[in-house]
T-cell receptor, first 110, second 114 residues
Framework: GQQVMQIPQYQHVQEGEDFTTYCNSS?????IQWYKQRPGGHPVFLIQ?????EVKKQKRLTFQFGEAKKNSSLHITATQTTDVGTYFC??????????FGKGTTLSVSS | EAQVTQNPRYLITVTGKKLTVTCSQN?????MSWYRQDPGLGLRQIYY???????DKGDVPEGYKVSRKEKRNFPLILESPSPNQTSLYFC?????????????FGPGTRLTVL
């Protein structure tokens, strides 16, 4: 069945360093979504990518969708302590349920 | 305020004692779903509902039941809870099912089954 794999599982950085999490699917996706879950909180939608090769930016966050629509990445430039949390990607094929990756937990030390 | 609410937020119970976790959304969303979150396993879908009276199994439906009698409510029922159902549960809703809809999550229900 469809799988969405996310790496790394954990990442610790010093404040100001960059951070990237990668998401890979075993099948071509119709779209991919990214969510952030703060410690003790619930997942919150960040963005959705639909087109092959799409790149979107939100301030220090850059999201990419691969040309083959099988992979995606989230890059954070110059991390801040407010970036702490778990980042999930979620994707699906058209007409199927959204499948979440296992998430990357980011910790930031100042 | 647009939101998804869940009750209770925390629950400690014993094996075999039936329980219901309620979920309600005020956004007139058609699609609702339940997830469980366990360390190292991410979010796994239990059941989902495309609309009133339409429900279907997700990845881990065993030991759970749901119903969708009204558009706004989607309760999760554990008829005979077992310790392996100890988990953090999230209800989520979106405007419609399918690929292109942002999921809105409730605050979560932390369940412990002794």
């Amino acid at each position: 069945g469809q799988q969405v794999m996310q790496i790394p599982q954990y990442q610790h950085v010093q404040e100001g360093e960059d951070f990237t999490t990668y998401c890979n699917s075993s099948t071509t996706l119709s779209n991919i979504q990214w969510y952030k879950q703060r410690p003790g909180g619930h997942p919150v939608f960040l963005i959705q990518l639909v087109k092959s090769g799409e790149v979107k930016k939100q301030k220090r966050l850059t999201f990419q969708f691969g040309e083959a629509k099988k992979n995606s990445s989230l890059h954070i430039t110059a991390t801040q302590t407010t970036d702490v949390g778990t980042y999930f990607c979620a994707g699906n094929q058209a007409g199927t349920a959204l499948i979440f990756g296992k998430g990357t937990t980011l910790s930031v030390s100042s | 305020e647009a939101q998804v609410t869940q009750n209770p937020r925390y629950l400690i119970t014993v094996t075999g004692k039936k329980l219901t976790v309620t979920c309600s959304q005020n956004m007139n969303h058609e699609y609702m779903s339940w997830y469980r979150q366990d360390p190292g396993l991410g979010l796994r879908q239990i059941y989902y509902s495309m609309n009133v009276e339409v429900t279907d199994k997700g990845d881990v439906p065993e030991g759970y039941k749901v119903s969708r009698k009204e558009k706004r409510n989607f309760p999760l029922i554990l008829e005979s809870p077992s310790p392996n159902q100890t988990s953090l549960y999230f209800c989520a809703s979106s405007q419609r099912g399918g690929s292109y809809n942002e999921q809105f999550f409730g605050p979560g229900t932390r369940l412990t089954v002794l």
